[in-house]
């Protein structure tokens, strides 16, 4: 609590602050004997130069020297008057709490005291160095919008609410991370989301106690429903238009201060099939393509544990011409059919992983370079057969098709239980790993929704979202809403007209 | 809630019957009943597919005597006394254990033969009672939503390549068609019973309904669907075989081998079968081990579903390893003929005429 005595109060505050160098902190004189002292403070590059020196200590200096106000009503009640006549920024409010102030002027906001009042200003001068909205990098679409999120909270709510003109969508500001304090908006249309789903985000937000949150990253494992699946339970974006959409679904965007990617929950294992320009296309093209991902997705999870009980248990299966080609390339290689895929596989993740901590055109030639050189010399040296190869870089092209990276990323990790499985009983134990891992699919839920959902338990909203799943249905198609949302009405109000 | 933690939609138990029940014999039921009826198998299997309908019937109708939230343990011992009650969960739940027992024998004896001869046979149902016994332990909810994904996996290409092989099939094969008396088709009927193993597992999976309106018609629906589809296997198979079908292991898998599919390129259609066998069979195993330990629970009232999963995997999985596998057919008709009819019939019986008395009582006092 601040005390009558302005020495007191700033004695306090800077010992807060003690040993911060960019703490910049005035004193001023105002008033007709300008024996009324004004102390201001706040933290350098956090502020808003403009709104600081025009709104604020040129008011404060210039305008209250020339125009002072009557001396008797300044001494009534000096921060009423400064707020009154001397800030010309609607953007303030009051203050009796120390710690409060220190959290404001660490958010970039500038703290006034004056006289011998109790209270003090906090007046909104936030303004961080930025990079502005740049074009999605991740999640790159053929057709349709092209900017992203950007490390500024209120820009990201911002390009929702571009999308939105709706008094219904409301932001809901949180803080979380003992030391960060960063700044948390949930996002969300009133009207549509479930207050279940709402209140159970709300919460979990809440019970977060950790001492930063330095990207939304933290918020999705901190809040997810089961920390032991591989498999993400909340969608990452960085596209503003898919999080509109999500929220015009029922869904809740969660924005995270300093983080350009928005978290959408609930999210169902389809809703990672979805990318954003799904909708902006022809429904029968995008059909093909969604069919694709799913087929991408599958073969990212089965091909080299298929290849391996094929080609060590069954080779009956395969065609007899191709398996006397298999054998014949295999005839040279000196290792086993699984340490041949583990070693294009573990090649395969290293080039990965270098790519991305490479600069740009370095990664890009290193991928194509090293994949090219690496894969064909060791075809050419007999390490392993032309058809690994072939699997191996079928299996991680396949994983690229997919919009999601953290799906992607889990499916990376689940190839192994069937790889496992395949190598020890073959297709038997395809099928056992296949098995475990859609047990733990069929298991595990999102915010109370099945993660096979509409797959599993469709009926619950008659189907209607199988529409958007392995196919997409003409838009005016799409009548009813996804399960996220409340019932209210359909989506599409009318359908397209048709010409005689 | 929208979505019921451990119950499951009508929809889903459907497809966990269907799955249940489809698992049990399927690959040998043609030759089964061809070697008792010759051309004339497809009609006992047809007769045995209407009284497995009205053994549904029989079923369903003793779950309606269940009160909210009451499992058949708990509504066995209010309709017929406490001990007798414990007594049936008891029979019961060993009785599905026998089940598991017999079908994982089986199961591994197929895979050991047509998919993995260097592997022992106690490796191949060790694995499947672990992966079975895992699901189980996930709860009714789990096991609801893997069926509606198996069900897809399993029977979709199961149908469709049984139509394809219909062209290859000759039909004369089946004539004269009532080459079997009425009395024989129903005796035919009673013994290829065996093949509709899970089918008791509608007095224990009613409580878990989210709906219980029309439950059982809709259970009924699910009955008569896979006596359609038997229906439909057994006079594909014995439409291609003729009477060399009483000399095949597996007709089925046989079948699936044998049938031209325009543009595959798998050269062993038979592997491909097991796949979905596996599958199915699956589905039976982890039926049993669910319904066996939570039987099991109810009765003694103590402890965690999860620790009566682990120790009747570690029961069947010894009474596997001991078992005779010469012996297993007539084991499944014995079990079929003693515990099961009972079950089947004489159980859901006396549960209706004492549900049914108890109710009259209540409004005669009324």
Redesign the interface.
């Known amino acids: 609590m601040l005390s009558k005595s302005l020495d007191e109060n700033i004695k306090q505050l800077e010992s807060l602050f003690e040993g911060c160098g960019d703490f910049v902190k005035r004193m001023i004189p105002i008033g007709e004997n300008r024996d009324i002292k004004i102390y201001v403070a706040y933290i350098d590059m956090l502020v808003s130069r403009n709104i600081l020196d025009g709104h604020v200590l040129s008011q404060l200096m210039l305008f209250m020297w020339q125009t002072p106000p009557k001396p008797e009503a300044i001494k009534r009640d000096t921060l009423n008057t400064i707020r009154d006549s001397g800030v010309t920024t609607a953007d303030l409010r009051e203050t009796d709490n120390m710690g409060e102030m220190a959290s404001a002027i660490l958010s970039g906001d500038t703290v006034l005291m004056a006289g011998d009042s109790d209270r003090a200003l906090i007046i909104a001068t936030r303004e961080m160095p930025n990079r502005g909205v740049g074009s999605a990098e991740t999640e790159v679409a053929v057709q349709g919008p092209k900017d992203a999120f950007t490390e500024i909270m209120r820009f990201n709510t911002m390009l929702v609410r571009r999308r939105i003109k709706d008094t219904h969508l409301k932001v809901k500001q949180l803080v979380a991370g003992k030391r960060s304090q960063t700044s948390i908006a949930v996002m969300y249309l009133d009207e549509l989301v479930r207050p279940q789903v709402l209140e159970e985000c709300l919460n979990r937000i809440g019970a977060i106690d950790i001492d930063a949150v330095l990207d939304v990253g933290y918020v999705e494992q901190l809040t997810a429903d089961n920390w032991m699946s591989v498999f993400p339970q909340a969608e990452i974006t960085e596209r503003p238009d898919k999080a509109s959409a999500a929220i015009l679904e029922g869904r809740v965007a969660i924005l995270v201060d300093n983080s350009p990617f928005a978290m959408i929950v609930p999210a169902t294992l389809s809703t990672f099939f979805q990318a954003s320009d799904d909708y902006y296309q022809n429904w029968q093209i995008m059909s093909f393509t969604r069919f694709i991902r799913y087929a991408a997705g599958l073969m990212a999870v089965c091909l080299p544990g298929l290849y391996l009980a094929c080609a060590l248990y069954h080779p009956s299966m395969i065609p007899t011409l191709l398996a006397y080609k298999m054998a014949a390339a295999r005839q040279a290689v000196p290792f086993p059919a699984l340490a041949e895929i583990m070693l294009m596989d573990l090649a395969f993740e290293l080039l990965r992983e270098a790519g991305i901590r490479l600069p740009g055109p370095i990664g890009n030639s290193l991928g194509i370079v090293g994949g090219l050189i690496i894969g064909q010399s060791a075809v050419e040296a007999g390490l392993v057969s032309p058809i690994v190869l072939i699997i191996v870089a079928l299996t991680a092209i396949s994983g690229f098709a997919i919009p999601h990276v953290s799906l992607v990323n889990g499916l990376r990790l689940s190839k192994y239980v069937i790889i496992a499985g395949s190598w020890l009983l073959g297709l038997l134990g395809f099928w056992i790993g296949a098995l475990v891992l859609l047990i733990r699919l069929v298991s595990l839920k999102t915010y109370g929704f099945p993660y096979l959902f509409p797959f599993v338990a469709g009926e619950v909203n008659d189907y209607s979202d199988i529409k958007d799943t392995l196919f997409r249905a003409p838009l005016f198609k799409m009548k009813k809403r996804p399960i996220f949302a409340k019932s209210v009405g359909d989506r599409v109000h009318a359908e397209p007209h048709e010409k005689e | 809630?929208?979505?019921l933690n451990n119950k499951a939609?009508a929809?889903?138990m459907q497809m966990l019957l269907m799955l249940d029940i489809f698992g049990a014999g399927i690959v040998m039921l043609p030759r089964k009943a061809a070697q008792y009826a010759g051309n004339g198998a497809w009609l006992i299997v047809l007769v045995m597919g209407i009284a497995a309908a009205l053994i549904a019937f029989l079923l369903g109708t003793a779950g309606k005597y269940y009160r909210e939230g009451e499992s058949f343990v708990d509504a066995a011992q209010r309709l017929l006394s406490k001990p007798v009650g414990a007594a049936l969960g008891l029979l019961i739940s060993l009785k599905l254990m026998f089940n598991c027992v017999l079908e994982l024998s089986r199961f591994g004896g197929v895979?050991n033969e047509k998919?993995?001869r260097q592997?022992p046979f106690w490796?191949?149902c060790a694995?499947?009672l672990a992966?079975s016994s895992?699901?189980a332990s996930?709860?009714y909810e789990?096991r609801?939503?893997?069926a509606?994904?198996?069900f897809y996996i399993v029977f979709v290409p199961f149908i469709f390549v049984f139509v394809l092989a219909m062209r290859d099939v000759e039909f004369e094969n089946l004539v004269p068609m009532m080459s079997i008396s009425p009395g024989d088709i129903l005796k035919g009927a009673a013994q290829m019973g065996s093949s509709l193993t899970g089918l008791e597992l509608i007095l224990l999976c009613q409580p878990y309904a989210a709906k219980r309106v029309a439950l059982r018609s809709k259970l009924i629906h699910a009955v008569l669907f896979i006596g359609c589809v038997m229906v439909f296997t057994t006079i594909v198979t014995y439409a291609r075989f003729g009477e060399t079908i009483t000399q095949l292991k597996y007709p089925v898998l046989d079948m699936m081998d044998t049938t031209d599919i325009p543009g595959a390129?798998?050269?062993?259609q038979d592997?491909?079968m097991?796949?979905f066998w596996?599958?199915s069979n699956?589905a039976i195993v982890n039926g049993c081990m669910f319904f066996s330990s939570i039987v099991l629970k109810d009765v003694i009232k103590k402890g965690r579903h999860s620790i009566y999963i682990a120790a009747s995997a570690v029961a069947v999985f010894a009474a596997v390893c001991l078992l005779n596998h010469e012996d297993i057919d007539r084991l499944i008709d014995m079990v079929y003929y003693t515990l099961g009819a009972g079950f089947l019939v004489i159980v859901p019986l006396i549960m209706i005429i004492s549900g049914a008395a108890r109710a009259t009582r209540k409004a005669a006092m009324r």
Not at chain 2, 265 to 268: M, P
Request: hydrophobic letters at 65%; glycine letters at 2%; a positive charge.
């Open positions: 809630m929208l979505f939609s929809r889903q895979v998919l993995l592997t490796v191949i694995v499947m992966v895992y699901a996930k709860g789990t609801a939503r893997l509606q994904v198996l390129f798998i050269e062993r592997a491909l097991m796949s596996i599958l699956f």
